[in-house]
Nanobody, 118 residues
Framework: VQLQASGGGLVQAGGSLRLSCAAS????????LGWHRQVPGLQRELVAG???????NYADSVKARFTISRDNAKNTVYLQMNSLKPEDTAVYYC?????????????WGQGTQVTVSS
């Protein structure tokens, strides 16, 4: 599966953004999907994930602010980000895997920059 992320940008603290990740290839609905982020000098971290069955997982730092969802008909996964904080500034990557191991992701899209100004 190939992944193409979009939707990043510059937003003020307290604002919202929605990231999208369109997938090409077969059997989109058979993949668990995720969003990760990375700040220069730090490890990439899982922000949110969603399984084939719709089970979700969120990093503690984004719970109640971010929502991951998937549209299997459109082969797209979304990340709705509300109440953004400057510490959310990072490059965001979408990812996919055949299983449901939150630590192992086999497919990656290119990153999209999110910058939150204070």
């Amino acid at each position: 599966v190939q992944l193409q992320a979009s939707g990043g940008g510059l937003v003020q603290a307290g604002g919202s953004l929605r990231l999208s990740c369109a997938a090409s290839g077969k059997s989109f609905r058979a993949y668990s999907l995720g969003w990760h982020r990375q700040v220069p000098g730090l490890q990439r971290e899982l922000v949110a994930g969603i399984t084939v069955g719709g089970t979700t997982n969120y990093a503690d730092s984004v719970k109640a602010r971010f929502t991951i969802s998937r549209d299997n008909a459109k082969n797209t996964v979304y990340l709705q980000m509300n109440s953004l904080k400057p510490e959310d500034t990072a490059v965001y990557y979408c990812s996919a895997q055949r299983g449901a191991n939150w630590s192992v992701w086999g497919y990656w899209g290119q990153g999209t920059q999110v910058t939150v100004s204070s």
